[in-house]
C-alpha cells in the first residue's frame, strides 16, 4: 500500500512563513513526478507547485517566487516552502505522486489532478492578519 502522509501546516500570519512536509511510504518516489495542490474555500483544488524525477520544478504565477518545492529522496519526502503568505493561501494543501516505471517528467501544460495517481489526505494552512 502506498501512502502520502502531510503534515506542517497550522496558523500563520500575513507575510509569514511556513514548510509542509509530505512523507512517502509503500514506495519509493525517487523518479516521481511529485506536487503540491491546494484547495481553497469555496474553489476547486488547485496545482502550485510541482518537481520532476530530474529534480526540475514548476510553479503556477499565482505563487512562484513565494513557494519552493524540494525533495529528500533518501528520506521519501516532499516539502513545500511558503514564504510572503497572504489570507488567500488558506486552504487545504495536498501533496501528489505521479509514479511510471521511468523517470517522469513534467508536462509543460498547467498540472491537472489526473496527471497524478497517488494522493495524501492533506494539511490545512490558515493565514490570518
Known amino acids: 500500500q502506498v501512502y502520502l502522509v502531510e503534515s506542517g501546516g497550522g496558523s500563520a500570519e500575513t507575510g509569514g512563513s511556513m514548510r509542509l512536509s509530505c512523507r512517502g511510504s509503500?514506495?519509493?518516489?525517487?523518479?516521481?513526478?511529485m506536487a503540491w495542490f491546494r484547495r481553497r474555500p469555496g474553489k476547486e483544488r488547485e496545482w502550485i507547485a510541482a518537481?520532476?524525477?530530474?529534480?526540475?520544478?514548476r510553479y503556477p504565477n499565482s505563487v512562484k517566487g513565494r513557494f519552493t518545492i524540494s525533495r529528500d529522496s533518501a528520506e521519501n519526502t516532499l516539502y513545500l516552502q511558503m514564504n510572503s503568505l497572504q489570507q488567500e493561501d488558506t486552504a487545504m494543501y495536498y501533496c501528489?505522486?505521479?509514479?511510471?516505471?521511468?523517470?517522469?517528467?513534467?508536462?509543460?501544460?498547467?498540472?491537472?489532478?489526473?496527471?497524478?495517481?497517488?494522493w495524501g489526505q492533506g494539511t490545512q494552512v490558515n493565514v490570518s492578519t
Open positions: 518537481i520532476a524525477g530530474s529534480g526540475t520544478s
Open positions: 501528489a505522486a505521479r509514479r511510471l516505471s521511468a523517470v517522469c517528467v513534467l508536462p509543460t501544460r498547467d498540472l491537472r489532478e489526473p496527471d497524478f495517481g497517488d
Open positions: 509503500g514506495t519509493t518516489f525517487d523518479r516521481a513526478c
